[in-house]
């Protein structure tokens, strides 16, 4: 799944290719992407619109038209595209938003998994998706206390507390692993059982891994690509996510992965004791 990396590269390039562009029309293959209303509603508003802004909170992308905004959680494998009308569409295109130019926008979904909500332009806030979203983890919003509090309040372990985009957006299971890992704290020790000083470096590396990822373009473990088809560089940079049995950069034991709650974790058993 692209994580806060991955979404924020696909918003730039994204806003480089339609900013400015105006909706001729909108194509809907699968209906069960959009929700909040009818699909055919979502097609109507957005003719004749044009794209003014492409956002993000957390990894949901923001697409801000002159009068409505459209909420574009990728998921698994989602992806946007331009080209033009008259390229052929893949089976995997399932959105397709026309521009008056001849070209298109089309959104890519090998698993169906992705989904657009459609709301009054600025208005994002006022759903439950973006409500219940915890602080991004650049400037002020992103604070050491409240970072503090949150882990506090939780007796699960901190891989899931990271994940569930309330003490902060963005992290995924690729950079949860790394975030643990150099903070060198063992992905399921109990949220509040930390020491403060365990919980002061889980927030530094959170921002830190966070700002180098995004200036190299991401992770590409698989499939990714930003909205201009280039592939990320971070992957380059993990230290034991993907790693299992290779020696620790740090004192060299084994990463070791395990299963923790269905999700794939890596740590090193040494760096990071329970």
Do not use: W
Request: charged residues 25%.
């Amino acid at each position: 799944m692209p994580e806060l990396p991955e979404v924020e590269n696909v918003r730039a390039t994204l806003a480089e290719l339609v900013v400015g562009r105006t909706i001729k029309a909108v194509d809907i293959g699968v209906p069960k992407m959009i929700r909040g209303i009818e699909a055919d509603q979502f097609a109507t508003d957005l003719t004749n619109e044009t794209f003014v802004a492409i956002r993000r909170r957390g990894k949901f992308l923001l697409l801000d038209t002159t009068n409505y905004t459209i909420l574009s959680h990728l998921r698994m494998e989602g992806k946007y595209r331009l080209a033009p009308q008259t390229e052929a569409r893949t089976k995997h295109t399932h959105i397709v938003f026309q521009l008056t130019d001849e070209d298109e926008l089309r959104y890519l979904d090998v698993r169906k998994f992705g989904t657009m909500e459609l709301v009054a332009r600025g208005d994002e806030g006022s759903t439950r998706a973006i409500q219940k979203l915890g602080p991004e983890p650049f400037g002020d919003d992103f604070q050491l206390a409240a970072f503090k509090a949150a882990l506090a309040r939780s007796t699960r372990g901190i891989k899931n507390v990271l994940l569930d985009q309330k003490a902060v957006v963005g992290l995924g299971n690729i950079y949860v692993d790394e975030v643990c890992f150099q903070a060198q704290v063992h992905p399921t020790k109990a949220s509040n059982s930390l020491t403060a000083a365990e919980v002061t470096r889980l927030y530094d590396v959170t921002r830190s891994i966070l700002t180098e990822a995004v200036r190299l373009g991401g992770s590409t473990i698989r499939t990714y690509v930003n909205s201009q088809g280039k592939i990320g560089n971070y992957q380059d940079k993990l230290l034991v996510y993907g790693h299992k049995g290779e020696p620790c950069p740090h004192c060299g034991s084994l990463i070791e992965k395990i299963q923790y709650h269905g999700r794939g974790t890596h740590y090193c058993p040494s760096c990071q004791p329970k």
